[in-house]
């Protein structure tokens, strides 16, 4: 059996890939930014950009590849340069923890404890200053961080860098990038605070069905080996992800390849099929409880079976209409119900779409989100045999 992953890692959060399809612009944008600073870096006054975007759309990941690109940029055109990325999640608890954290990735050998913030921040811009270095700072997560802290303090020094030494004067903080998922946290902060976000504002709109399929193929070469995941399981996820509730988020994209691969792993399997992506689907996001299932109409419930079915059997995604009109034929044949008209099973397929059950794509795309097909048949076929049963006793 050949192995299914080449290298887990290139799905995990932690892994930032070396091109960002669908988010070129906005790292060249960046680059091209603040790429003039480095032409005078002494003489360069701080810049600012603000990037604001739904979860998932590339934020993180875009300031970090800039990032690490305009570090070499620097290089090159020797300037000694430093990237920093600091996550408020995990760095961000207070002032002066941030400071301490900044401090420490800089400049180790003027770390201390017993400094306050601000004495901490003098320190290391007369440090960058007296050994020309220069810093872009990335602060993500900085709508969590007000929140958590109703502090907007840091906002006011960051806008007052270039005072701390001297009026006028230049900090060695070339670029700062603020991240932050909406726009909300901003009604929490006043007009000083608010100025010094600064006016460029990026905004990441959530990715698209194509360009999820873009991202995904890309991402799915690193991680598995080839013709492990067939590009109908690229579809499919990219399918789940670019729809509500999930509206493009990629992580959410990538848990569900990961966790699909471990698990057809674990059965043995030799690629991922629908089914491992259909079961991930529905643990990690359930869309149809067993509740919603018991209480369907006996029409629905034989429409959903033939479904199952024909999904389970042909081992894909997807199914039509005329299929499903065919298999409800057998259906209704072997458990010797009476046969269900065209109009009926046309219903019926509506019905379950409009309860969440079941997604069109077109007539010819028909299928289930969020619960496993392996699960639903034997569901419903103890369901149909209850019902069978009753309706014997009956009569
Ligand atoms: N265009 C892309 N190409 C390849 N991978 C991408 C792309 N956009 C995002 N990703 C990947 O998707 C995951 C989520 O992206 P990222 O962390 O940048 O999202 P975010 O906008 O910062 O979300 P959040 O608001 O939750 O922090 C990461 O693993 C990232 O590498
Ligand atoms: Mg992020």
Known sequence: ???????????????????LPHRNDEVNFLNSFFRESLTYPSKSHLKTVQIVGAVGSGKTAVARLFGDRFESEARRQNVNLKNIYINLKLHG????????????????????TSLS??????????????????????????????KRTQDSDIFYDMSRLEEFIEPGETSNFLGIIFIARGREFQKLLDEAALSSLGNIVLEFKPYTYNQLIDILEERVKEAFNPGTVP????????????????????????????????????????????????????????????????????????????????????????????????????????????QMSTEEIENSVDDLHDRNIIEIKSLSSIGITGIPVEALDQFLENLMKRLESGLIERT
Do not use: W
């Not at 992953?5 to 930032?16: A, G, N, Q, S």
């Not at 608890?93 to 201390?112: C, F, G, N, W």
């Open 117 to 146: 913030a601000e004495e901490l921040l003098y320190n290391l811009i007369k440090f960058l200053k007296e050994y020309r270095r220069y810093l872009v700072l990335t602060l993500d997560e900085i709508d969590y961080f007000i």
């Open 93 to 112: 608890d207070s002032k002066v923890i941030l400071y301490r954290h900044l401090t420490r990735q800089v400049a180790p050998e003027i770390y201390s």
């Open 231 to 338: 590009l109908e399981i690229i579809e499919f996820v990219a399918d789940i992800t670019s729809k509500p509730p999930v509206k493009g988020d990629v992580r959410y994209a990538l848990d569900i390849l990961l966790y699909s691969g471990n698990l057809a792993e674990y059965e043995g399997y030799d690629r991922i099929l629908p089914e491992h992506v259909r079961k991930v689907v529905n643990i990690t996001y359930p869309t149809i409880t067993e509740e919603d299932i018991y209480y369907l109409p006996e029409k629905d419930k034989i429409v959903l079976l033939s479904i199952a079915k024909l999904l389970k059997n042909d081992r894909k995604p997807y199914t039509s209409l005329k299929e499903i009109r065919q298999s409800c034929a057998i259906l209704c044949e072997q458990l010797k119900l009476k």
């Open 1 to 19: 059996m050949c192995a299914l992953f080449k290298d887990r890692e290139k799905l995990t959060p932690r892994y930032i890939p070396a091109n």
